[in-house]
């Protein structure tokens, strides 16, 4: 299988490429700026020719144009819309919208912009998949502590956007979903999350590899076999 995996430098994005090429598959890692990548640069070079990484900065959409060319004509299976960033805990009075703007940019038309740039790799799969990682934070049912404007909205902008496209990439048999990592030990999550990336990648390792088209449109949870709440 070939996977594409976005902001692979660290965190969950890392153990993916990690899990990924420990099982065998092909594997475009994907990162703003490769040459300070030194972990995911060691995971590649052990791999050999099935891995490589190429510079991609989900906020620009010419970095994106650039990185949907250097694939060529390649096919991808799997995209995993990884790259994201945090917003910060925000009250009401403290959201800045220039930060909110750029929380937008990365994490929901971040996702947008790769997954329409890499329609035409995926379409020479023979079952093409988008899995995009969301989060609980992005969910309106189980918002119950409010706060965090800017990261909460633009994961449920997210949301939408996967929903959409589900709809419309339905004929042409391309798989959108999101999906809730849980709350998983990275820069992003903290020291004092209670899951390890090693554990949250490789239970969606396992979802991704059970989908189908009847699943497009989802919402998965790492955990939970019903899914997560919208
Ligand atoms: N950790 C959690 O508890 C948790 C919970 C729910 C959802 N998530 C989601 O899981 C995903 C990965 O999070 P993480 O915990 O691994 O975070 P992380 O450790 O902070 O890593 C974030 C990754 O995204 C990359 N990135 C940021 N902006 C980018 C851009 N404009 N273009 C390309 N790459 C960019 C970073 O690259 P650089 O190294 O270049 O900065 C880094 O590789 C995110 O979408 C996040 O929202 C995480």
Known sequence: MHVVITGASRGIGLEFVRQYLSRGDHVVAACRDPARAAALAALVEEAGPRARILACDVASDASVAAFAAALGDGTVDLLVNNAGVGGGWESLDGVATDVALDTYNVNALGPLRVTRALLPHLARSSAPRVAHISSGMGSIADNGSGGAYAYRMSKAALNMA??????????????????????????????????????????????????????????????RAEGFPW
């Open 162 to 223: 996967s929903r959409n496209l589900a709809v419309d990439l339905r004929p042409r048999k391309v798989v959108s979903v999101v999906i809730n990592p849980g709350w998983v030990a990275t820069d992003m999550g903290g020291a004092n999350a209670p899951t390890a990336a090693r554990d949250s990648v490789a239970a969606m390792v396992a979802r991704f590899d059970a989908l189908t088209l009847a699943d497009s449109g989802k919402f998965l949870d790492w955990k």
